[in-house]
């Protein structure tokens, strides 16, 4: 039977029991309805602003209300104003808390606590155009002069450098992508350890060698594994698609998926495979060398370690807005590249050729993962108990 024969018999025995498992089952469902929870519950949490409640007493110029409610539209605030027969009535709407504040006499605001600078700016437009218009009234102006005086001025704001949508929306992808790529290597990568200490933990790794090629069953597992990953990631997007779509967020509402553009969702796609591949060979590599379910996080935290300093890379050009030189370098680095590369892609600070040498670096490391580990793997496969080093695994491969 051919390599590549082997290699897809082992991957689709993976894809089927791993599917079939109750703990990837309630990950899928649990998590895509935790997403949603999540985006209904923020959706409400912060859903419409309610309305001002602002009051009026004592003795208001004439039309004081349509004043606040027309201050408060200028602000693009929606108020709601309650007219009180006395002061007092006012005084105490305030303190119970019936409303934020309160215009007495047209000259004074009162409130139970410090009003905030909405409030007063509102209440301060409201009583200044009162005034105008009584005295342009008093001047003999006519009823559409006096509107015009008073009327609140609407101040266009000019953006010297606007901000990208496109360009804001892409590096949110790139920013999520790393996190969703960070999350997924430390859950499917174990995923792939797991599955070869547990057949080396129940002897059924030596019928298997018997009749498969060590790199074949490595590789296999690896891309079984990771087709379970990719429907995962699936599910996880459907569900803020859906989430969204359902239960808008303020502010966020529905995606855009147009503005991050087709091609930038292309590359996060290619960089998330190489980037799991290069991270799945690693632990299984790593796994290979134990012999326990036990002693899984012994060995867990070496990939979390590789590749936490790309991601805190990411945020810091974020925050910085500006592309480091140690993003560049590390860009190259194979264990960084997948989630550095795609943010400079985004940003358009990758030239071509850069792009290029990234993904040749990035198969050539995959490639000797795949020999090192085959080796490794071939070495600790037949050793139960202890633990192996890599320097054992390494030597006994060769007897």
């Known amino acids: 039977m051919s390599y590549w024969a082997q290699t897809l018999i082992i991957a689709r025995r993976e894809f089927i029991e791993r599917a079939r498992s109750r703990v990837f089952l309630f ?99 409201a009583a200044n155009a009162g005034v105008r218009r009584e005295i342009a009234g008093e001047l003999g102006l006519t009823q559409d002069q006096v509107l015009a005086i008073v009327a609140p001025v609407q101040v266009t704001v000019v953006e010297l450098d606007p901000e990208d949508a496109e360009e804001v929306a892409r590096l949110a992808a790139s920013f999520l992508s790393a996190i969703v790529l960070l999350t997924t290597i430390m859950l499917f990568g174990q995923f792939v350890a797991m599955g070869i200490v547990e057949e080396k933990q129940n002897r059924v790794i030596e019928v298997i060698l018997s009749k498969v090629r060590t790199s074949s069953l490595m590789v296999g597992k690896v891309l079984g594994i990771g087709a379970l990953g990719l429907i995962q990631i699936s599910a996880l997007g459907l569900a803020v698609l859906i989430g969204l779509t ?39 590599t790593l796994g290979a060398t134990l012999s326990r379910q036990e002693d899984m996080q012994s060995v867990a935290f070496i990939p979390a370690l590789l590749i936490l300093p790309a991601y805190f890379l990411v945020t810091f050009s974020l925050s910085s807005g500006s592309e480091s030189s140690l993003v560049r370098i590390g860009s190259f680095f194979p264990f960084w590249t997948p989630i550095l590369m795609p943010f400079r892609i985004n940003t358009g600070d990758a030239a071509w050729w850069e792009v290029a040498l990234s993904i040749a670096i990035v198969v050539a490391t995959i490639i000797v993962l795949v020999r090192v580990g085959a080796r490794i793997y071939r070495g600790a496969a037949l050793r139960t108990g202890s633990k192996v080093s890599l320097k054992q695994a390494w030597n006994l491969a060769q007897e």
């Open 246 to 284: 359902v239960a808008p967020i303020p502010d966020v509402g529905v995606p855009d998926l147009t503005s991050i553009g087709l091609t930038a969702v292309l590359w996060m796609g290619l960089w998330f495979i190489l980037g799991y591949l290069v991270y799945s060979f690693l632990y299984a």
């Open 27 to 125: 990950t899928l469902v649990g998590l895509s309805v935790l997403v949603v929870a999540g985006i209904v519950a923020l959706s409400l949490i912060g859903g419409d602003e309610a309305a001002l409640q602002l009051g009026t007493a004592g003795d208001s110029p004439s039309g004081i209300t349509e004043d606040i409610e027309a201050s408060a539209a200028a602000l693009e605030r929606d108020v709601e104003v309650t007219e009180y027969a006395s002061i007092d009535a006012a005084r105490a709407a305030a303190e119970d808390g019936e409303v934020a504040a309160v215009l007495v006499d047209g000259t004074t605001i009162v409130a139970k606590q410090a009003p905030s600078g909405t409030t007063v700016a509102i209440l301060t437009s």
